[in-house]
């Protein structure tokens, strides 16, 4: 199996595992067939984000202890969908993005530009 990479060109870091994130709940933005919200941006979430994506019918404060999920807080690090981290941006409240920690299919969703200037991780 080959090496995932991020969209810097480099082996995929981990975004986070407290609280554990990642489609595979393993702490990787990684991503496979079953994947289909392609969970490849690892963010920092804000207040602004998270109201957003509540309004948006995606409860990511709330915890819900049945799915093993504590729910995020502003400055958690979280996989983001693609597609929704590039509605964010559109309506002004993409949170910001660990670059080396991002998968490099996020590349389908969004430009590497737009993703380096919302970077915390400057290159």
Same mark, same amino acid.
């Given at each position: 199996?080959?090496?995932?990479?991020?969209?810097?060109?480099?082996?995929?870091?981990?975004?986070?595992?407290?609280?554990?994130?990642?489609?595979?709940?393993?702490?990787?933005?990684?991503?496979?067939?079953?994947?289909?919200?392609?969970?490849?941006?690892?963010? !920092?979430?804000?207040?602004?984000?998270?109201?957003?994506?509540?309004?948006?019918?995606?409860?990511?404060?709330?915890?819900?202890?049945?799915?093993?999920?504590?729910?995020?807080?502003?400055?958690?690090?979280?996989?983001?969908?693609?597609?929704?981290?590039?509605?964010?941006?559109?309506?002004?409240?993409?949170?910001?993005?660990?670059? $080396?920690?991002?998968?490099? $299919?996020?590349?389908?969703?969004? $430009?590497?530009?737009?993703?380096? !200037?919302?970077?915390?991780?400057?290159?």
């Amino acid at each position: 199996m080959k090496e995932a990479r991020n969209v810097l060109g480099t082996p995929l870091e981990t975004c986070c595992t407290s609280p554990m994130t990642g489609y595979y709940r393993d702490g990787v933005c990684n991503t496979g067939a079953g994947d289909f919200g392609a969970h490849v941006v690892c963010a !920092q979430v804000t207040e602004e984000f998270l109201e957003y994506t509540k309004a948006k019918g995606n409860d990511l404060s709330t915890p819900a202890p049945m799915f093993d999920f504590p729910g995020l807080k502003p400055g958690d690090k979280w996989c983001l969908c693609a597609s929704r981290w590039k509605e964010a941006l559109d309506a002004g409240v993409a949170p910001p993005v660990v670059l $080396s920690a991002t998968h490099a $299919s996020a590349l389908e969703f969004v $430009s590497f530009d737009e993703l380096k !200037q919302n970077a915390v991780d400057k290159v």
